[in-house]
């Protein structure tokens, strides 16, 4: 008992040991912080490689804390890390976009189709993800939009009641997520993007099943096509001054150019 005791003792120093690894962690967050928002502004492009001692110089950190940090994004499938060639800004081809989307719609669509017995417990979930994707894309906050959607298409895996089949799915998905919040960044009017969401919620909740499945597949088309034209380049850029546009237009009769992607 004694021994026992004696063993449960703080080590001395160990308080300090653990606010340095504390804080050394918080300091990995807010690289991983900077460092995602250029990825997902645009300043770190898909495929860029980066160096991690001279980016941890330019930002005062060590060469563990960056590794911290690369790892944290590489999670989130921000980056890539590979033995022989580093770590780079995560870059997918039109081919996994078409392999990635095939498996989304076969998973997704036999998921609802298949919700008759378990639709009640998925459903409240479903909602909470309808209305905090809808939140976060009135805020123009797409890493979160994101996440929401993905969420969202995550439940319907859900109703395959495999376990196995949704730890599959995520790893799927994942893939996308910043070519997604990439494509949703380039909408001049985002909320186009809320309804459908919306819509197969509702026809879920009132089990028309055959009607929801129907609005996933055309959403899912429409996504991957929006995908894959920004990543050919296809979308005009925004016009940066339309003041000269509008001048010579009654007022009252403006209307908004919407660019569909």
Known sequence: MQDDAHSLKPY???????????????????????????????????????????????LGVSRNTMREATRILSLENLLNRSIHRGVAVSQLSLKDVQEIYHLRKMLEISGVLGAKNSRSEVLPELRDAVEGYEHAVRERDWLRAVGFDFQFHSLLIRFHRNRRLESFYQRVIGELRMGMVLVDRSHDDPGALIPVHRKMYQLLAAGKLKECAAVLVQHLDDSESRLSRVMNGEVPKKKRNRQSERASVPRGTQTASRRRV
Not at 39 to 52: K, S
């Open 12 to 58: 001395p120093g160990s308080f300090l040991m653990e606010r340095s690894q504390i804080h050394r962690v918080s300091v990995a967050d807010q690289v991983a912080s900077i460092l995602r928002q250029r990825i997902l502004n645009g300043e770190l492009r898909p495929g860029t490689p980066l160096q991690e001692v001279p980016l941890a110089a330019s």
